[in-house]
Every structure is written in C-alpha cells, then in structure tokens.
C-alpha cells in the first residue's frame, strides 16, 4: 500500500505549525474594527486533514462616543480555541476551509467565538509555507445595542438584556512550518 503523503505536494503527515497576523472588519453597527495575531500547533492526519489548537491577542481601539463609551477604552481579547483545517488540494498552490472555535477572554469581548474561512496555500518547501485566507468572524460581547428614535445607543450589558455579538470579516496572513 502507498502512502497518502508525497514530498513535494501538500502538507506532509505529522507537526504542523501556523502563524497569522489578523485584522478584523467590522460589518454591523456593533463591531470594532480590530488586529491581532495567532498561533495554531497541531497534526497533519491526512494530505486534507489538519487539527490542532491555537490562541492569540487581538486589540480594537474603541471608536464609539456614546455615553457609555465617553472614555473610549481599548478593548483587549485572548482567544483559545479548537482549529480544523481542510487542504482541498495536493500541490504548490492549494485552496482550503478552516473553523476556529473557542472562548475570548478579555475586557470588553468574551465569550463563544466562531472564525470560518476560506483561503489559499503557497507551499515553499515540505515544511515552510504561506497562506492568506478571508473569512467570516462572530465574537461574544458584554455589549448591548438599544434603538431609541432611530439612533443606536451602545451600553454595557443589563442582567435582562441579551448581548449583541461581534461580525466581522477577517482576513488573515501567516506562515506555516
């Protein structure tokens, strides 16, 4: 039988390792703009399989003026969380789907956190390659959103109100080994 790992074309069998540099978009009335990084350490099962898990640190300079946001405090977020990666192709060049999920902590956003995306792998070596990828991006907050007169009040969350989450696109840029 033969082996389904071929230097040369694709992720090879074992330690896998990524390192991204990350910025967030804002796309609803509630969400920062934000940037970070990450890190994921993981295996390579199959040529398509990759698991592992990974945190990083991502900051958002708070643009609102509203009352409760006068002081326009940076908002701080560490994630941690479980990453799958599906390679669709074996080759130099590859296109592929990866899920982060996990929880944030930190000062303004925590909680469950959801990160598909969509991106493309440039293989340098066996080992060394670089990946851009875009994607969707949902984060927990202790925010909520009140519409009053048309106009969007942001405030910290009340023990009877429900929070809005962060959506985001994201866009990556990293380097694995």
Known sequence: MGSDFTPGQGPQKGYRAFVDLEYYKSIDAISEDHFGFSTVHGYQFKPWLFAGAGAGMKISHNKH???????????????????VRFDLLKGKFSPYLDCRIGYTLGNKAYGLMFNPSLGCRMGLTDKLAINASLGYSMQSTDIAVVTINNTAIWHHKGSNEQNNPYHCLSIKLGIEF
Do not use: G
């Open 65 to 83: 003026s509203k009352p409760d946001f006068a002081k326009k405090t940076d908002f701080y977020m560490f994630p941690v969380f479980a990453d």
